[in-house]
């Protein structure tokens, strides 16, 4: 089974893998890499800003963070409760620079501000696409022109015995 980016977005992790582990044959490899903890903490501080902030306030209380985003560590214990007696889990930093202000705004848009924009009143989802996109584009610009993010990625491998 193999999985590129995706897991992050699935939050019962304990249930999936031990969907997996009993879909796997003997000697059967499971390999994902998908956001770890500390990916995007530029975009993800913001984010909570936003949504504390007295215009967005109505959602925070109710709002369902969109993603799981665990360290190694406890992610070993996941893949252990799930049956899996032979597996490697490591964190990798894949930072990223953006070229352009428009490729960045637009990785900002897709996908990371869809759940959020789903929580909110259409007359307020604008707003606070605009107020995300200003802050973050403000915070990573760098003196190069570029803008930066730092991307954490967990990567599992596993072998069903």
């Known amino acids: 089974m193999f999985s590129n980016a995706a897991m992050h977005w699935i939050k019962d992790?304990?249930?999936v893998l031990h969907k997996i582990h009993a879909s796997l044959k003997p000697n059967g490899i499971l390999r994902m890499q998908?956001?770890?903890?500390?990916?995007?903490?530029?975009?993800?501080?913001?984010?909570?800003?936003?949504?504390?902030s007295?215009?967005?306030?109505?959602?925070?209380?109710?709002?369902?963070?969109p993603w799981y985003m665990p360290d190694?560590?406890?992610?070993e214990d996941i893949l252990s409760s799930a049956g899996f007696r032979?597996?490697?889990?490591?964190?990798?930093?894949?930072d990223r620079y953006f070229m352009?202000?428009?490729?960045?705004?637009?990785?900002?848009?897709?996908?990371?501000?869809?759940?959020?924009?789903n929580a909110l009143p259409k007359d307020n989802s604008a707003l606070f696409r605009d107020m995300v996109v200003e802050k973050?584009?403000?915070?990573?610009?760098?003196?190069d022109g570029t803008y930066f993010e730092a991307f954490r990625r967990i990567?599992?491998?596993a072998v069903k015995e």
């Open 86 to 94: 032979q597996y490697r889990v490591w964190m990798e930093d894949a």
């Open 13 to 15: 992790h304990n249930s």
């Open 72 to 75: 190694a560590e406890s992610y």
């Open 155 to 157: 990567n599992v491998f």
């Open 54 to 65: 007295s215009l967005f306030g109505e959602i925070a209380n109710d709002f369902e963070w």
């Open 136 to 143: 973050t584009k403000d915070t990573a610009l760098q003196p």
């Open 100 to 117: 352009d202000e428009q490729s960045f705004a637009g990785w900002i848009e897709q996908p990371s501000l869809i759940s959020f924009m």
């Open 34 to 52: 998908f956001a770890g903890g500390g990916n995007c903490p530029t975009l993800i501080r913001i984010l909570k800003e936003s949504m504390d």
